[in-house]
């Protein structure tokens, strides 16, 4: 209504200063009674009347439209009215909603074509990583040592890159179901050895075997290695550990992953989750991406799990896993 208005504020100056000017003629010409100008001037507003209310009307859809954002695109294909303005309007955004879907589909075709050619480099990358660990176990000389820890390192990054790739499709890969998290913790740890032993950090498990919590093995397993990966980079060569504590908190089951590292300065806090910041300690450490936490955030959120981080400079840092655990979870200890 307020937009019906403003757009005719100039029809509505332009007839009143119409109206003042046959008034005056009127008057310089002829000096009729007022019983003529009051006809007149009712005749006039009759007519203005009469046209605002058939124009409000027939473009009342219209002036609806341009006043209230839209809620999905489809909208932009609803038929406003029948007069040239509304069909004016209907013709341009359709148009635009044409393009639009054109241009979404060029780049959901370039993001398939994406994925698939990160799915297929991480595999062809995986091949001769794989051969070459078999040639080195057959190999004990500890000047081979450094190359299985760069093999490593190769290793969990073509694996930070296939599931980062593989966030774009998460609903068509994964699957919830009930998870034994000390199978997942177990397996972390075997995954992670060499990592711990060369940088002298020791795992430590306080968690029962027997708690499970619902959720995607796979994806809970990755989340968990980056988490790995953070607390022994950080705590290298100071002969710590690294613990995993499973625990309830009311209705939840919390998995927490502690070290005793250099800790986390208080100003990098806000930013902790974002991708690619690696903060005053990524400064110092070289090998940090900054993709870790963000991932795990990401990861988390799409199975509803909550993530908690507290640390402190020089103390360690602490990362927990908060899920919703069903009752029997809950009656099993």
């Given at each position: 209504?307020?937009?019906?208005?403003?757009?005719?504020?100039?029809?509505?100056?332009?007839?009143?200063?119409?109206?003042?000017?046959?008034?005056?003629?009127?008057?310089?010409?002829?000096?009729?009674?007022?019983?003529?100008?009051?006809?007149?001037?009712?005749?006039?507003?009759?007519?203005?009347?009469g046209y605002l209310g058939f124009r409000f009307l027939s473009h009342y859809r219209f002036y609806f439209r341009l006043s209230q954002p839209m809620e999905t695109l489809?909208?932009?294909?609803?038929?406003?009215?029948?007069?040239?303005?509304?069909?004016?309007?209907?013709?341009?955004?359709?148009?635009?909603?044409?393009?639009?879907?054109?241009?979404?589909?060029?780049?959901?075709r370039g993001r398939r074509d994406y994925i698939t050619f990160i799915n297929q480099w991480v595999h062809q990358m995986k091949t001769p990583l794989s051969v070459m660990d078999l040639m080195l176990q057959e190999e004990t000389a500890p000047r081979f040592d450094p190359v299985r820890d760069e093999l490593d390192k190769l290793g969990r990054g073509l694996e930070t890159v296939l599931y980062n790739a593989r966030l774009e499709v998460f609903d068509r890969d994964f699957h919830v179901q009930p998870v034994q998290l000390g199978t997942v913790i177990s397996e972390v740890i075997r995954q992670n050895k060499r990592l711990f032993i060369r940088n002298c950090v020791y795992p430590e498990v306080k968690a029962n075997p027997d708690w499970k919590v619902e959720s995607d093995e796979k994806w809970l397993i990755f989340v968990l290695g980056q988490l790995v990966t953070n607390a022994v980079r950080y705590s290298a060569g100071s002969g710590s550990k690294v613990t995993f504590s499973v625990f309830p908190r009311g209705r939840q089951v919390v998995l927490e992953v502690r070290d005793w590292g250099v800790g986390i300065p208080e100003h990098d806090f806000p930013r902790l989750f974002d991708p690619c910041f690696t903060g005053e300690n990524g400064r110092i450490y070289s090998e940090s991406t900054g993709m870790g936490l963000y991932l795990v955030r990401q990861v988390c959120d799409k199975l509803d799990h909550k993530v908690e981080?507290?640390?402190?400079?020089?103390?360690?840092?602490?990362?927990?896993?908060?899920?919703?655990?069903?009752?029997?979870?809950?009656?099993?200890?």
């Open positions: 209504m307020r937009l019906f208005w403003k757009e005719h504020i100039p029809l509505l100056l332009s007839w009143f200063l119409q109206l003042s000017l046959m008034t005056g003629v009127f008057w310089m010409v002829g000096n009729p009674s007022a019983s003529i100008l009051t006809y007149f001037a009712l005749l006039s507003i009759s007519v203005l009347t489809n909208e932009s294909i609803e038929k406003t009215g029948d007069s040239p303005l509304p069909e004016a309007l209907d013709g341009l955004l359709k148009s635009q909603y044409r393009l639009y879907q054109q241009k979404l589909y060029q780049y959901e981080l507290e640390s402190r400079r020089g103390e360690g840092t602490a990362v927990r896993l908060v899920f919703s655990a069903p009752l029997s979870s809950l009656t099993s200890k």
